[in-house]
């Protein structure tokens, strides 16, 4: 069955608004219990195409299915979403906010009190429980947020943006909170414009710009494809080796070492080798992968 | 229909259980009263004993004036004037503010001065002296021809602006005068007195029906009937308003929409703040037909003869459906406006609308009252968003046939039908914009497409 290892399979998918096109025949699979990076610039359809993926909005062509089959009230109450900048409700208690999101996705009183008790203990806000949203700090709010979104024990998590203004403590923190659902075999989405996040916590990727899926794979295939072996080398001497445009194309300088972009072709024990036989003094060669920042910017601007 | 449910409960507790829903509901009566109370309660407080003179030359006017204002005979007066203003419940404010006046019972000091056989512009003089001197507050000028249709009574005051006062003080010399040309016709006050008293006018209402119904005490209820549903409209569209609005700046909107349609979740609370709205005027009627019991029982134990206008369960029922209707009418109104806009004080521009149907029903509610069975009365009480303030008020005025209700019942309920279809699709895509509000051409575009 497919929905034992594909969660989501988004095909051929459009959405235009008048003239605008919003998404333009956009396809991915998002593997059950992984991490599932959505990214792109900003305007790049990734909220249209979250909106289509929760039922919110329906799209102009192509089929998105959930679980193995279209969308519905039952596959909506498997879905935690977790839109950008969104808010609470201003003047009521966290425990009644949260119950009422947990019985819009038909989760009974007693279930959820139990869950909001367990949450708010993860969370360490438990003291919060019968204050007011607005007794709480934004970081606060945030995270009452995101138990908002799992407390009907979802088996995909759409986050969108889920640790902009939080602090690096509780970026940490959210992002073992997230290690842990995945453990738990959830299936995560996980829509930013952080690469570094992106890098450290997605096992697979899409980059979508102006309404186009740009690249996508995993995180692996994604590096590989982009195709520039990078070496970062400490050295002294053996700079005749490297003005050989047959080895190296690009040479950056950093504060006390080289970025060296191997030229087409070119293997970077061969450079290693040359190196030595010229009687360079190594104290650093490593092959680095590129980023997926430099991805990012590159497929962007490239465009 | 279990999240639907769940709405509808999120949105009543939401109301219901806050303090200013207690607060509101216990303040309504409590200012209904005030409102009835306070004017009487500021009349009533006395202010000092005005000093005055009185210059009479004919000797004649000043002893009946005394006499007008001596404490048995004030006391006599305040005891009437208690008795007529309990009958008269329909009397016009100024009528009423007469009533306290007297039963205020003014005091005045009588200082003594000889006038001897000074010139009229000396004796002005003198007491305008005193005046700012502080000797005295008043004088008053009593012509030696006091029965001539030119004499004039000259009345200088420190304080003129004491209506009180001087209503009481002109009354008093008004009487006074009237009595000595009595005497001086040799007519006996008394006998005259008794020829001129007033005949007992009886108002009844005959409707259509050929019931009697007395006519005394309809106007204040259905003047009463007519202001609450307004007011319970007005708040209560409000609340939708802002609640709408809330959704959609927090973006709670795109949580909710991810998780039940957006039409059960508008209707889910427009039912819920609609039973909100329903549980409050349910104990504002209540209390006040409890309060209207209770005040009739005390009444008939005084002796005082007095009928309200017979509220039948029909009339209630009624009262409730049309209250329901005018809810359900504005408040998609005021969702629809939610769901364009972007900030609060936006949606308030936009409320002014519904807010002025809203005016136009509880002004032509006053038409309705005066007279239930004109032409006007009959389409303004089946017209939607007029209807749900003038009806209940024309069905309390004169209860119209009921092929009329019935007219007036399904007319408002097409309205809102037509709203909710309406709004539903303005609801789903404005509730997802941001950063602008909807322009009109835009959104007759989502109403058109979907």
Known sequence: ?303 | MKKFLAVVKHEYKKIVLKWTFLLATLLFPVLAAAFAVVPALIFSIKGEPTRIVIVDQTGKITPRIKENLSKEKTAKKVEKSREETLKDLTASRDEQMKNVAEQTGETFNFVEYGADAKSIEQIKRELTGKITDKEIDAYLIVPPNYDAPDAKFEFFSRKAGDIVTNSFLERATNNAVRSQRLADANIEEDKLKDLSRNVDFSKTTINEKGDEKNGEGIFAAAFIIGLMIYITLLIYGQQILAAVIEEKETRIAEILFSSAKPFELMMGKLVGVGLAGLTQLAIWIISALVLVGIGLANMSAAGVDISIPDITPLTVIYFFIFFLLGFFIYATIYALIGSMVTTVQEGGQFAMLPIMFLIIGFYMSFTVIRDPNSNLSFWVSIAPFLAPITMPVRILAETPPFWQIALSILLNGAAIAFLVWLAARVYRVGMLMYGKRATIPEVWKWIRQS
């Open chain 1, 1 to 303: 069955m497919s929905e034992q290892n594909t969660t989501l399979r988004v095909e051929n998918v459009s959405k235009h608004y008048g003239e605008f096109t919003a998404v333009s025949d956009l396809s991915f699979d998002v593997k059950a219990g992984r991490v599932f990076g959505f990214l792109g610039p900003n305007g790049a359809g990734k909220t249209t195409t979250i909106r289509m993926i929760v039922g919110i909005i329906a799209p102009d062509e192509g089929k998105i299915e959930l679980f193995g089959e279209r969308i519905s009230n039952a596959s909506q109450n498997r879905i935690g979403y977790l839109p950008e900048e969104r808010g609470l409700y201003k003047k009521m208690k966290v425990q009644d906010q949260l119950r009422y999101f947990a019985a819009l996705k038909d989760v009974s009183q007693a279930e959820a009190d139990k869950r909001i008790d367990f949450w708010l203990d993860r969370m360490k806000l438990s003291e919060w429980k019968k204050k007011k949203t607005t007794d709480l700090s934004k970081g606060m709010s945030q995270k009452i947020q995101f138990v908002s979104t799992v407390l009907h024990n979802p088996d995909l998590l759409i986050l969108d943006e889920p640790f902009s203004g939080l602090d690096p403590v509780n970026v940490e923190f959210m992002i073992e909170v997230v290690a842990e659902l995945k453990a738990q075999g959830k299936t995560i989405i996980f829509s930013t414009h952080l690469m570094s996040t992106a890098e450290r916590l997605c096992d697979d990727i899409i980059l979508i710009n102006k309404s186009r899926k740009v690249v996508g794979g995993s995180l692996r295939e994604v590096k590989e494809g982009f195709g520039k072996n990078l070496i970062a080398l400490r050295s002294i001497g053996g700079d005749a080796v490297l003005e050989d445009k047959s080895l190296v194309s690009k040479i950056s300088e950093h504060a006390d070492e080289r970025e060296i972009e191997l030229a087409e072709n070119a293997d970077a024990q061969n450079l290693l080798k040359r190196l030595i036989e010229n009687g360079a003094t190594i104290s650093k060669f490593e092959q680095i992968e590129p980023s997926l920042n430099a991805i990012f910017i590159e497929k962007v601007k490239g465009i």
